[in-house]
Nanobody
């Protein structure tokens, strides 16, 4: 059974940091590009960051550039999202997802076929 498990979410004060993890089971991530997406209450799901299967190419939404860093460890079958300088507007449920296609934009949500269950990130004082 193909499955993603996200972890690392929680409550953090503005300016704080969290590291999200996305661990895959039932398949290997080596051939898949991975994206992180988020959805805040009442808003559409949006792309946050993505990374190519090799890890050589990354992309970020303008709202998180310079604050978030995506990385992957294919040996551990895990992708990470390091989030620094968190803001209240970063509050959302964060999802990781996989696609076999490389070079997609963050708006190509429909091309991601394997999704995790999400992890809540709340930034509040």
């Amino acid at each position: 059974q193909l499955q993603f498990v996200e972890s690392g979410g929680g409550l953090v004060q503005p300016g704080g940091s969290l590291r999200l993890s996305c661990a895959a089971s039932g398949f290997t991530l080596d051939d898949y590009a991975i994206g992180w997406f988020r959805q805040a209450p009442g808003k559409e799901r949006e792309g946050v960051s993505c990374i190519s299967s090799s890890g050589s190419s990354t992309d970020y939404a303008d709202s998180v550039k310079g604050r978030f860093t995506i990385s992957r460890d294919n040996a551990k079958n895990t992708v990470y999202l390091q989030m620094n300088s968190l803001k209240p507007e970063d509050t959302a449920v964060y999802f990781c997802a996989a696609t076999i296609f490389q070079g997609l934009g963050l708006g190509d949500i429909d091309e991601y076929v394997y999704w995790g269950q999400g992890t809540q990130v709340t930034v509040s004082s």
